[in-house]
């Protein structure tokens, strides 16, 4: 299976963005489903998750921020991430598996700046 993560750009602080990230193959089979981030010079992140039966995780800074939710009929999942800040600035990447993430996408970059 291969994922491709999309809808990245430059937005301004307090703006808006939806990530897409789709799968060439049946997402229904996976588990679970994430996207990470990776900021410059810092370790890569888990910022939300989901599993097969839509139970969704967030990380403490993006909660109340973000959401995630998957469309296994699309082979997708979206993360809509609003109120951004500049410290959401990073290389998106969305991730996907059963006990662990096996599979991973190349990474969306997203940059917060006014």
């Known amino acids: 299976v291969q994922l491709q993560a999309s809808g990245g750009g430059l937005v301004q602080p307090g703006g808006s963005l939806r990530l897409s990230c789709a799968a060439s193959?049946?997402?229904?089979?996976?588990?679970?489903m994430g996207w990470y981030r990776q900021a410059p010079g810092k370790p890569r992140e888990l910022v939300a998750s989901?599993?097969?039966?839509?139970?969704?995780d967030f990380a403490d800074s993006v909660k109340g921020r973000f959401s995630i939710s998957r469309d296994n009929a699309k082979n997708t999942a979206y993360l809509q991430m609003d109120s951004l800040k500049p410290e959401d600035t990073g290389v998106y990447y969305c991730?996907?598996?059963?006990?662990?993430?096996?599979?991973w996408g190349q990474g969306t970059l997203v940059t917060v700046s006014s």
């Open positions: 991730a996907a598996g059963h006990q662990t993430y096996d599979f």
């Open positions: 193959g049946n997402i229904a089979s996976f588990n679970g």
């Open positions: 989901i599993t097969s039966g839509g139970s969704t």
